[in-house]
């Protein structure tokens, strides 16, 4: 990347409730993102829940307020974009190796809160969650990748949504 001026920050960016993957595995609770239906031009993104007396519901994801005694829920036949994503939460070192070939300086990157804190409510971080992101972190410092963090990146832990009263 020689035609960039010394200094000049290559990289690229991400979001872990768009990119990561994993989304129920190494100890990471769910998030709103992981009751989010994908969308399209004809067919907008859904909150999936199940109301008081268990039966199933989608909902236009704007503006959506759960109501009482509902919660949230993954539910057959829907499609949730973030479940799987690019999977970086499997694929990461490929990943980086592809960054760092690519000229890539620097990495913008959101940190899973519900990878980290499940419910939001933990005294102590989920252990796994640390883990993986600090192999990450050392990848790209291997690679010479700055990691750059967002704390949070519409990740709220599932949990935290549920208590939120509108």
Do not use: C
């Amino acid at each position: 990347m020689s035609h960039f001026p010394n200094g000049f920050l290559w990289g690229g960016a991400t979001a872990a409730n768009q990119y990561e993957g994993g989304w129920n595995e190494g100890g990471r609770g769910p998030s709103l993102s992981d009751v989010t239906t994908g969308g399209s031009v004809n067919s907008p993104r859904m909150i999936t829940w199940i109301d008081k007396y268990g039966s199933p519901h989608a909902s236009p994801s704007h503006g959506f307020i759960l109501p009482e005694g509902a919660s949230y829920a993954v539910l057959e036949d829907y499609y949730y974009p973030n479940h799987k994503a690019t999977d970086f939460y499997h694929h990461w070192k490929e990943d980086i190796a592809l960054f760092a070939e690519m000229g890539f300086k620097v990495f913008r990157m959101s940190i899973s809160w519900s990878r980290l804190y499940p419910t939001g409510m933990e005294d102590e971080p989920n252990q796994e969650g640390v883990e993986f992101y600090r192999q990450v972190f050392q990848e790209l410092k291997a690679h010479g990748i700055e990691p750059l963090v967002t704390i949070w990146h519409f990740d709220t832990p599932l949990y935290l949504e549920e208590q939120k009263k509108g």
